[in-house]
């Protein structure tokens, strides 16, 4: 048998060899793969060698054609020459014609021994194309073994979640509640008994999946698995109730995993295929779970319960358990689950768990939704007016250079979403504004504690001790935008403002930012693709205010969204969506080009520098 025959039989053989054997583990399997690949990978050299060498001979076959050609015609040439001094000899007898009759010898020999040689090299490429073509289907053979021990792999997959899974425990688990005033003993005694074995359940199987082969694999998909777990004894090994109305529990109980195997499939994202019993593949077998029945309460499931706002309170049974999002396990059956917050209409509702399930709320607002163009104004302590603002609709915009004129930290150009409306200072945080800050709080800012704010001077950015917000080397007013503040100081601002005002006040992120600075257009500037002649305070740009100070708030036209100074006045801090430092000012200032204050012009910066060219707006919440 050649060595072509012997690796086809070989790769046959050992398929049949490897459906035919007892199961075999992961760990087993993998170097089976890994070994059958390394052969595979040799092979696949081997064969390339030899499509190599065919492809070799094929050339020089088509050179050797060439060659006989010419060959022929010098034999032609010969014969012609030949021929014409038997001609000569007519007349002259005597002639020596030797030399005519030995290279036309010498050329039907040369001719000949071509044609010999290209039939050597026809049969020479014809043989080497059979072996490239035995090993072609052996090299199938090869990669049909290897993937049907892969396919043995992801059943083993299986068969090792399936038993890791199914494992049994004993838990103790201490837990202590404080029984409501209207509770009496026994029924403080039975929720303590409950809120322990929910306790010791989460526990488990929090252990369980972090013990798996696979665990970051099954971690992924568990919001959406119907695994459970079955509590098989409970005892109370101590219990007793202390001052105050304490109850203090501790209980020792045996669990055990109840995963289906058709689960397990879904928990490492492979085909269903693999999670059924066919020909030639095994199944591991656990002891049984006994079957669930409604209302058992010793099969306990994972409820996750999510919802669309932050700081919620979600009751359970009456029984708070938190914020979302929130996971807990909870014995089969029904339960009232209750999510609540201020401001919001409560979403009651019950749920019948058969299976670990994952419930999504969301709750409306019981006051008035924020509508496009709306002016909103919050009062702060005091009476104090907050920043006016304008609300900006949902919708999608294309995010970027769309124009093809920016820098190459403006591509590329993405589709983004803005899920919710928001509310958007329509003017940057003037001087008067960021002033009832400072004095309410007595915050000083970090131009103020160290070697002061920077100034543009001969193309750079250089510090000056005695430069802050209240002197940035130019005549402020009240209306003008505050500046020289780091991304601190304005963060500083927005938690005091959240806290003033009672409402979720934030710097905008920079897709908000941008959503916000276009308006609703494609432009580099919310009016359209040239900066024109004053329409924006920017350097070069034609206002009174160019290349010499800030422009007093709004003193240019609103965008279509209703914001003003999108485009100049100062940069503006924003929240970077992709970049390691965090902070991104966006929409150009007083002092530099119109090319620079495009609405997709970025500019990353230390979150620590400040300058008499940067500001900042600010967002609220609905």
Same mark, same amino acid.
């Given at each position: ?5 012997? @690796? ?9 060899? $490897?459906?035919? #054997? ?56 010969? @014969? ?23 290279? $036309? ?42 993937? *049907? ?31 409501? !005033? ?26 369980? $999946? ?8 099954? !971690? ?49 994202? @492979? ?9 030639? !593949?095994?199944?591991? /077998? ?34 708070? $358990?938190?914020? +979302? ?17 201020? *401001? ?22 019981? /006051? ?8 909103? !104004? ?15 609709? #949902? ?19 993405? +589709?983004?979403?803005?899920? /919710? ?11 008067? #504004? ?8 007595? &915050? ?24 802050? =917000? ?21 963060? #500083? ?51 009174? =205010? ?24 100062? =940069?503006?801090?924003? @929240? ?13 200032? =007083? ?21 008499? &060219? ?9």
């Amino acid at each position: 048998m050649n060595r072509i025959a012997q @690796l086809t039989f070989f790769a046959s053989l050992s398929l049949s060899q $490897y459906a035919l #054997a007892a199961p075999l583990s992961v760990t087993d399997i993998e170097q089976r793969i890994a070994a059958k690949q390394s052969d595979f990978d040799n092979f696949n050299r081997d064969l390339q060698a030899q499509v190599t060498l065919a492809q070799g001979l094929e050339q020089q076959l088509a050179e050797l054609r060439e060659n006989v050609v010419k060959a022929d015609e010098k034999r032609q040439a010969a @014969l012609r020459v030949m021929n014409q001094q038997y001609e000569k000899v007519v007349d002259n007898p005597e002639l020596d014609i030797t030399s005519a009759i030995s290279a $036309y010898s010498k050329a039907v020999t040369a001719h000949k021994n071509m044609k010999d040689a290209i039939t050597n090299k026809y049969n020479e490429w014809q043989n080497k194309l059979v072996d490239v073509e035995q090993m072609q289907v052996s090299k199938h053979s090869l990669l049909n073994t290897i993937e *049907g021990l892969k396919e043995q792999y992801n059943s083993a997959r299986v068969d090792r979640l399936y038993k890791e899974f199914n494992q049994k425990q004993t838990v103790a688990v201490s837990h202590k509640i404080t029984c409501d !005033q209207d509770e009496t003993f026994s029924k403080c005694t039975a929720r303590g008994k409950a809120l322990a074995k929910q306790k010791a359940s989460k526990r488990f199987l929090d252990s369980v $999946y972090d013990s798996l082969s696979e665990s970051a694999e099954a !971690q992924k998909r568990r919001p959406t698995s119907d695994a459970s777990v079955q509590v098989l004894r409970s005892e109370v090994a101590d219990s007793n109730f202390s001052g105050q109305g304490l109850f203090n529990i501790k209980m020792n109980l045996q669990l055990q995993g109840n995963l289906k195997r058709s689960e397990g499939c879904a928990l490492l994202g @492979l085909d269903n295929r693999y999670c059924v019993n066919f020909k030639g !593949q095994s199944v591991t /077998q656990v002891a049984p779970v006994k079957p669930l029945v409604s209302n058992d309460e010793s099969v306990m499931y994972e409820l996750t319960v999510r919802s669309n706002v932050f700081d919620d309170e979600v009751f359970i049974n009456g029984v708070s $358990y938190g914020s +979302t999002k929130l996971q807990i396990m909870l014995p089969s059956g029904e339960h009232d689950v209750e999510v609540v917050k201020r *401001g919001y209409e409560a979403n009651r509702q019950t749920i019948k768990l058969t299976e670990s399930k994952t419930v999504k709320v969301d709750l409306n607002r019981n /006051q008035y939704a924020f509508s496009k163009g709306e002016r909103i !104004q919050d009062i702060l302590a005091g009476d104090t007016p907050g920043p006016d603002l304008v609300v900006v609709p #949902a919708g999608n915009f294309r995010m970027g250079d769309i124009s093809g004129q920016g820098l190459e930290n403006e591509r590329p150009v993405k +589709t983004k979403e803005i899920k /919710q409306s928001f509310g958007i200072s329509e003017t940057e945080i003037s001087v008067k #504004a960021f002033e009832t800050f400072v004095k309410a709080t007595s &915050y000083v800012t970090d131009a103020e504690k160290d070697k002061g704010c920077a100034f543009y001077e001969d193309g750079k950015a250089v510090y000056q001790s005695d430069k802050n =917000w209240r002197s940035p080397g130019f005549q402020q007013s009240d209306n003008n935008p505050v500046v020289c503040v780091s991304l601190a100081d304005a963060q #500083a601002y927005v938690k005091w403002l959240s806290k003033v005002s009672t409402q979720s006040y934030q710097l905008p992120t920079e897709t908000r930012w941008e959503y916000a600075a276009r308006g609703g257009k494609e432009g580099d500037y919310w009016w359209g693709n040239g900066i024109k002649t004053d329409n924006a305070n920017c350097g070069w740009c034609g206002s009174q =205010w160019s290349n010499v100070s800030t422009a007093p708030v709004g003193s240019f036209e609103r965008n279509d969204f209703g914001l003003f100074d999108t485009v100049g006045n100062v =940069w503006e801090w924003t @929240l970077a969506d992709n970049t390691n430092s965090g902070a991104v000012v966006r929409g150009g200032a =007083w002092n530099f080009a119109p090319r620079l204050a495009r609405v997709s012009t970025r500019m990353e910066l230390d979150p620590s520098f400040r300058s008499n &060219y940067i500001g900042f707006r600010v967002v609220r919440e609905q």
